[in-house]
């Protein structure tokens, strides 16, 4: 049982161009997230999705795309990378019922130059 | 979702209890308190939750005022393990994937 997974680790952009932020959870969890969070900040919410097929926007969905075609995997695109974007990106899921107890993943550390 | 303020630091001597306020004053009565921590630069992990009642599991402690305009983590035996930035966070309590974070306090356990 992996949990939650993130590749790649670590990514470094030039402003403009796209990219995909994998996420993939083996748990069976029905919710997906996608977080950012800048030095010293708290993380904000990107995306999120409650089911294969179902997504909303978070508070910063600018500049992202996401869909959720399957249960396991939840990517994060990026259309035209800005500096702005230079940020930790942290994906999570929960289960519906119990304590709604988020997984997170160990994040992809990604700078746009 | 209901906003949170908590103090942005806290010292605690290792092996004192560290009790950690938040405030969340317009908190719904369908909302509830979750408690995260995020050690370093590693993903939040999950600590506590709760509605209206205290709450106790093996990580802490959750004691809610009456009111429900805020409440306390308590960890009672800390560690320098649980130096970490700690998140209290209000939510509706069936909509899972979306926690709003803000920007939490930062503790330090000290030897």
């Known amino acids: 049982n992996a949990g939650v997974t993130q590749t790649p680790k670590f990514q470094v952009l030039k402003t403009g161009q796209s990219m995909t932020l994998q996420c993939a959870q083996d748990m069976n969890h029905e919710y997906m997230s996608w977080y950012r969070q800048d030095p010293g900040m708290g993380l904000r919410l990107i995306h999120y999705?409650?089911?294969?097929?179902?997504?909303d926007q978070g508070e910063v969905p600018n500049g992202y795309n996401v869909s959720r075609s399957t249960t396991e995997d939840f990517p994060l695109r990026l259309l035209s990378a800005a500096p702005s974007q230079t940020s930790v990106y942290f994906c999570?899921?929960?289960?519906?019922?119990?304590?709604?107890?988020?997984?997170f993943g160990p994040g992809t550390r990604l700078t746009v130059l | 979702d209901a906003k949170t303020t908590q103090p942005p630091s806290m010292d605690c001597a290792e092996g004192r209890a560290a009790n950690l306020p938040c405030n969340h004053s317009t908190i719904s009565g369908n909302e509830y308190v979750y408690w995260y921590r995020q050690i370093h630069s590693q993903g939040p992990q999950y600590i506590i939750h709760?509605?209206?009642n205290n709450e106790t599991n093996e990580m802490a402690s959750l004691i809610i005022t009456e009111d429900r305009k805020s409440s306390t983590l308590i960890l009672p035996h800390a560690t320098l393990r649980d130096t970490a930035v700690y998140y209290c966070?209000?939510?509706?309590?069936?909509?899972?994937?979306?926690?709003?974070f803000g920007q939490g306090t930062e503790l330090s356990v000290k030897p």
């Open positions: 999570a899921s929960s289960s519906v019922g119990g304590t709604y107890e988020q997984f």
């Open positions: 966070i209000v939510r509706v309590g069936n909509q899972g994937g979306k926690l709003i």
């Open positions: 709760g509605l209206k």
């Open positions: 999705s409650v089911g294969a097929g179902i997504t």
